[in-house]
């Protein structure tokens, strides 16, 4: 294999993500500010004027943000977003509409706490929203990044799976993520590794489409409806992605995600140097959720801890993968919109082996 | 043996707290090792309490906020009541006395340094480069920063401030000299 010449650099969060959209083709940003990810449209404000071919356009509010990534997306530009909080809620609407289109837009979320304006900070409570938001069915793939590095290769990733699959995408970052600086490994990308765009509505070697988010009958919407299903189906088991770390023989797993999941195995490590064998179980995409994996990594156990910045919205996604496979005692470690230390969760697990 | 700094810098809005925690972020990785840096910050865009954890590490850095400091700075009185919860039995507290009472801090039983910030920087040049001092100490206690480095990532930090006021350039490194030999001969 021929040597690939990889930059370490440091930088922030938002500044990698901007990075990783312009290494994989990104061409256009619409978006409206919010704290934490204001510093990706000033960065791609300042990238577009660097590159006259770069667009970019800040907008009255977030829906308009949306609607005009998805007419860029529609006309064949690899275009995308970014948001949080309250903004991710009005993101919703264009979001729901890129379902119905099968538009491949891709959206940066970095989560803050909730509800309404709640904190500028940090939290893990957008996994719902993100998700399953919209008035549909979630048919959307998100990636959930737990260190900076991981920022750059989900957002690359993130851009080529909306582009192969036509699903909407998500990056599901958080704040602490979002303003961490720290070093990260810029891989160049072949044109080969980068999937290529095309217009949904001019595509030269069709007829021109006529792509619906409206329907007058509801079988035709049901019909259509069942199509997105089947199709979503088949590729969840390629999109699907997840990481077990630890003893794979320990009785204990602890289920967390994000970067939650990084301080989880920080907690893991340095109970594996005391002598206590735990395992970690981490999707690292939330939708299509490693369903699978999960099953297979709480095989024989008799203890889960399910921790996150949140009330349980990931909790639920756990429980109802393992419903009626195990008979393991289920522990909770729930800190909504508080960051989860690898300290607590190593006392928190000690206590379950009590 | 793995190595690991967890420093939490304390102080208010216009100390230039954070801009001390990135450029030891920097100069620890450019000395090879491990960083990683994030601020606290709430609404307010200006004044309020200002923190910034930084961790170094001979080895790859996960969560990037912690529950316990090893070392604690602390350059303004009402940071204390917010920096609490992140001291330890070992953490080392390293405070300012001309900005911080020892009043406010008699109730911790913690290991104290008394770093003379403020009254250092003003006696040899200006206040402003209180955090050059502050700096300079931290990255003599983590060690294997050279002071060659770690002038090199606050001139390149900074650059941007030295055309209005090319001073600063010679102010900042001096105060650098000054914080790390206020480590010298301390061994933790």
Known sequence: MAQVKVKSVLMTGNQVVVKAALTVGAEMFSGYPITPTTEILSEWAKEAEKDKKLIFLQTEDEPAAGFVMVGGVSMGKKAWTATAGVGNVLMQDPLSMAEAMRMPTVTYVGQRGGPSTGTVVYSQQELNLTRMGGNGEGMRIVYAPSNLQELYDLTIKAFNSAWKYRFPAFILSDGYLAKSYGEVNLWPLKKSDIVPTESAFLNPKKQPNNIRNCFSQEPELYNHLLEDFADFASISEKVAEAEVIGDKNSHILVCAWGVVANSAKTAVDELERQGISVKLFRPITMRPFPVKELQKAAEGVTDILITESANGQFGRIVRETLYGLLEAEIHRLYKPAMGVMPEEIQSKIREVMR | ?188
């Open chain 2, 1 to 188: 043996m793995r190595e690991l700094f967890r420093i939490l810098v304390s102080g208010e809005g216009g100390q230039g707290i954070q801009v001390l925690s990135k450029i030891l972020a920097t100069a620890a990785h450019e000395s090879g090792k491990k960083s990683l840096y994030v601020p606290n910050y709430g609404v307010e865009q200006r004044g309020g309490v200002s923190l910034g954890f930084v961790q170094i590490s001979s080895e790859e850095i996960g969560f990037p906020k912690f529950q316990n400091a090893d070392i604690l700075v602390i350059t303004a009185e009402r940071a204390v009541s917010r920096i609490r919860e992140y001291i330890a039995k070992n953490t080392l507290i390293a405070h300012d006395e001309t900005l911080v009472s020892k009043e406010s801090l008699k109730d911790i039983p913690n290991q104290k340094i008394s770093l003379p910030a403020l009254k250092l920087a003003e006696e040899t040049m200006t206040g402003k480069v209180m955090n050059m001092i502050v700096l300079g100490y931290l990255a003599g206690m983590v060690g294997g920063i050279t002071e060659e480095t770690l002038k090199k990532a606050v001139n390149e930090t900074l650059s941007g401030k030295y055309k209005e006021s090319p001073e600063l350039k010679h102010f900042n490194e001096r105060a650098i000299e000054i914080g790390m030999g206020l480590t010298e001969g301390v061994l933790v």
